[in-house]
């Protein structure tokens, strides 16, 4: 049941080239950052990742997009990275964009043993209907484009309503960032930080956590814990001192303060 891997490099060393990975996080908040990095260490290329953006250029998954160890990114958002905008526009990347509450789901259902669902998002767009372009060749032409999805009918809330079928995503690996976790893998996430996470661990065959507060089996809440350890195989201490970013800062004046020039 001692589920602890020494340090991170260990925990990740079996990821090989291809494999699948899920990550949890959103923007650059709940990330893995330290697995990430171990992976890159590592040397593992031609990844296929699942995560809801791609970090930045510099931070979070973002440095293995940077180093061309990702060939091919599932996700929601674009976000702030221009190295994801210039690999996907020049053909380096592969991309299957898909709208944000669908891949929280097709990640949910593949941890739970359900090969796919139905969902109105999407319906009446090319998410639906086909032709996303997926990657590009190098004259920015679409080379590879989303394939048309089955369309349903369905009586829900009193009505016909059209719905599209969503394949469940599963992958080789899964990596999370919790705050607080134990010897057998249970986790509690802080806040906000908690977004994708326990849906991408569920999704992974392989699940690797990293913890920055370690406590004794027993200390957690049973009705506390985010995700139970039946999901997580290797879980790693890093510590509360790890680095940690803003992807993008807003700030306003105080309610009466005057502008500055």
Known sequence: MDKTCSDAASAVADIPDGASIAAGGFGLCGIPVVLIDAILHAGARKLHVVSNNCGVEDWGLGVLLSAGRIAAMTSSYVGENKEFERQYLSGELELDLVPQGTLAEKLRAGGSGIAGFFTQAGVGTQVAEGGLPRRYDAQGNVAVASQLKEVRTFTYAGRDREFVFEEAITTDFAIVHARRGDAHGNLVFDKSAR???????????????????????????????????????????????????????????????????
Not at 199 to 225: N, S
Not at 235 to 249: A, H, L, N
């Open 195 to 261: 977004n994708f996470s326990p849906l991408a661990a569920m999704a992974g065959r392989v699940c690797i956590a990293e913890v920055e507060q370690f406590v004794p089996v027993g200390a957690l809440d049973p009705d506390q814990v985010h995700l139970p350890g039946v999901f997580v195989h290797r879980v790693v201490k890093v510590g509360t001192e790890i680095d940690k970013r803003i992807e993008r800062r807003t700030v306003r004046l105080e309610e009466g303060a005057g502008s500055h020039a």
